[in-house]
């Protein structure tokens, strides 16, 4: 059984910074894509950043294309997703999902979920 515990959450002002982490537990970390997801009041879930098993390849919404920075430390099975230049329209909870093939977790999602941390960020 897969786990994947998020953290980093939490208020900051527009244009503050914040790191989300999630650490996985129940796989062989480095041969799986890992992402982030995020879910609005009132709107679906929708993809912000993925990356490959290697950390070789990653990809962004073009919403947060500039300001976010997805990462991965496979010896500490963590992926990371550093948030900077923050907007009011960033707030939301934040998902880490993990899928075996990069393409399908981009679009539809991983295979498991965290419990999603929330991030505030006030105007």
């Known amino acids: 059984q897969v786990q994947l515990v998020e953290s980093g959450g939490g208020l900051v002002q527009t244009g503050g910074s914040l790191r989300l982490s999630c650490v996985a537990s129940?796989?062989?970390?480095?041969?799986?894509?890992m992402g982030w997801f995020r879910q609005a009041p009132g709107k679906e879930r929708e993809f912000v950043a993925a990356i490959s098993g290697t950390g070789s390849s990653t990809y962004y919404a073009d919403s947060v294309k500039g300001r976010f920075t997805i990462s991965r430390d496979n010896a500490k099975n963590t992926v990371y997703l550093q948030m900077n230049s923050l907007k009011p329209e960033d707030t939301a909870v934040y998902y880490c999902?993990?899928?075996?093939?990069?393409?399908?977790?981009?679009?539809?999602?991983?295979?498991?979920w965290g419990q999603g941390t929330q991030v505030t960020v006030s105007s």
């Open positions: 999902t993990i899928r075996s093939s990069l393409t399908p977790l981009r679009t539809v999602g991983g295979d498991y």
């Open positions: 129940g796989r062989t970390f480095a041969w799986y894509a």
